[in-house]
T-cell receptor, first 117, second 114 residues
Framework: DGGITQSPKYLFRKEGQNVTLSCEQNLNHDAMYWYRQDPGQGLRLIYYSQIVNDFQKGDIAEGYSVSREKKESFPLTVTSAQKNPTAFYLC????????????????FGPGTRLTVT | AQSVTQLGSHVSVSEGALVLLRCNYSSSVPPYLFWYVQYPNQGLQLLLKYTSAATLVKGINGFEAEFKKSETSFHLTKPSAHMSDAAEYFCAVSGIQGFQKLVFGTGTRLLVSP
């Protein structure tokens, strides 16, 4: 079955440590996205990538980094510079501009809940 | 730039009652609109989308939404709520040309009581 996987489901880290969240998709989508979700704030876009080896900052990129070396993978690193890293992180993918015309509805993974103490 | 406003962070209904979740959009031209549902500790699932083909859009699980340009609204409805509908619902908007990201509302939590 096609879909998006995120691992692990729950992640615990000590303050000051970098941590990398995994996101893999087998939908053959060009575009991938990372969101942060906090209670009452909806989804906020961290980074997105329209194509391999290219990515753009979203609305809250400070303290995060990404890479897009393969079409299927878009890992997110939460660095020690992120002041409030505890949150629920969601990865999504969609067809991109090269794959067809909009709308580019997004398909989501199950999320990773990160707790930093 | 597009944006959406979801009125009401929480909506409570009784099982069997009408569900109405409100979404108003802001856009200089009619955009594409989406409704997603999120169950606790899970990702988002697409319920339905508006792409200008028809103003009344039917989705999964008995939900539907009507695009009203004059009211800049895209409210989500279901005639009869089930306990399993309890979840958080997000409205989202995107532009219609070129590569477009989705812009999400802040969500509405639907509570269903027996």
């Amino acid at each position: 079955d096609g879909g998006i996987t995120q691992s692990p489901k729950y992640l615990f880290r000590k303050e000051g440590q970098n941590v990398t969240l995994s996101c893999e998709q087998n939908l053959n989508h060009d575009a991938m996205y990372w969101y942060r979700q906090d209670p009452g704030q909806g989804l906020r876009l961290i980074y997105y990538s329209q194509i391999v080896n290219d990515f753009q900052k979203g609305d809250i990129a400070e303290g995060y980094s990404v890479s897009r070396e393969k079409k299927e993978s878009f890992p997110l690193t939460v660095t020690s510079a992120q002041k409030n890293p505890t949150a629920f992180y969601l990865c999504a993918s969609s067809i991109g501009h090269a794959g067809g015309r909009p709308p580019y509805e997004q398909y989501f993974g199950p999320g990773t809940r990160l707790t930093v103490t | 730039a597009q944006s959406v406003t979801q009125l009401g962070s929480h909506v409570s209904v009784s099982e069997g009652a009408l569900v109405l979740l409100r979404c108003n959009y802001s856009s200089s031209v009619p955009p594409y609109l989406f409704w997603y549902v999120q169950y606790p500790n899970q990702g988002l699932q697409l319920l339905l989308k508006y792409t200008s083909a028809a103003t009344l859009v039917k989705g999964i699980n008995g939900f539907e939404a009507e695009f009203k340009k004059s009211e800049t609204s895209f409210h989500l409805t279901k005639p009869s709520a089930h306990m399993s509908d309890a979840a958080e619902y997000f409205c989202a908007v995107s532009g219609i040309q070129g590569f477009q990201k989705l812009v999400f509302g802040t969500g509405t939590r639907l509570l269903v009581s027996p």
